[in-house]
């Protein structure tokens, strides 16, 4: 469904001559990640995403979130960061759900689920009418707090400000929580449950971007010029 049907934005494709706004084709290890997932969501149990930069990490998590909303009935999944702009900003394409709306925006009618952002878009909430499922969001030291959800995913788990506060927070708030983040020393909840191994986990390395591969990259390029 993601690849069939959402589009995804990356600006630096503009001086290089590609359309800014490009199909969401996923490449193998993106696919993996999706079964991945929801399978820790299938047998409610966490899990955590080391990742390098620039690996599309956010816009893959939140396709996933609007591909069950949109088929799955009364489904509530909650993402959070540590600032508010951060997760929406109605201006700034970095931000989580500007990404959101954004995919729902370009879905076909046909698949957006009765989608009208004037009246199912709020800040930091997104509502599916035809399945009552939602998106909600969060931030600070209280991600979490607010209530129960299927999966709630951490944003940059790694660079909380205070991370202990958001693990009291969360710690009833969902029986599926996954961290995804960037690497950021050793001094924090996330970096100690890399190393602790208990915590199912899902490395996401530079060298699982087949766009390092020129020759892919290439067909991928092929395909847009004929789009």
């Known amino acids: 469904f993601i690849t069939d049907w959402f589009l995804t934005a990356d600006p630096r494709n503009a001086d290089i001559g590609l359309p800014v706004i ?12 999706v079964d991945w997932f929801l399978d820790r969501w299938k047998n409610r149990e966490d899990g955590i995403v080391p990742k390098s930069r620039d690996m ?27 600032f508010r702009a951060k997760v929406d900003n109605s201006g700034n394409p970095d931000s989580l759900f500007w990404k959101i709306r954004f995919m729902l925006e370009n879905l076909p009618p046909e698949f957006n689920g009765g989608w009208n952002r004037k009246l199912h878009s709020i800040e930091m909430q997104i509502k599916f009418p035809q399945t009552n499922s939602t998106i909600m969001g969060d931030c600070g030291d209280d991600i979490g707090r607010g209530g129960r959800k299927a999966v709630f995913v951490i944003d940059e788990a790694a660079h909380l400000e205070h991370p202990e506060y958001v693990e009291h927070a969360l710690s009833n708030a969902t029986n599926c929580r996954i961290d995804v983040s960037s690497v950021c020393g050793a001094g924090n909840p996330f970096a100690q449950k890399m190393l602790d191994g208990v915590v199912p986990q899902f490395l996401f390395a530079w060298r699982d971007d087949p766009r390092k591969d020129d020759a892919w990259y290439a067909k991928m390029c092929a395909k847009y010029d004929a789009i």
């Open 56 to 82: 599309g990490m956010s816009w893959l998590v939140l396709a996933i979130m609007c591909s069950v909303a949109l088929t799955r009935k009364n489904i509530d999944f909650g993402i959070g960061s540590q």
């Open 22 to 33: 490009i199909p969401f084709i996923l490449f193998p290890r993106q696919r993996q990640f």
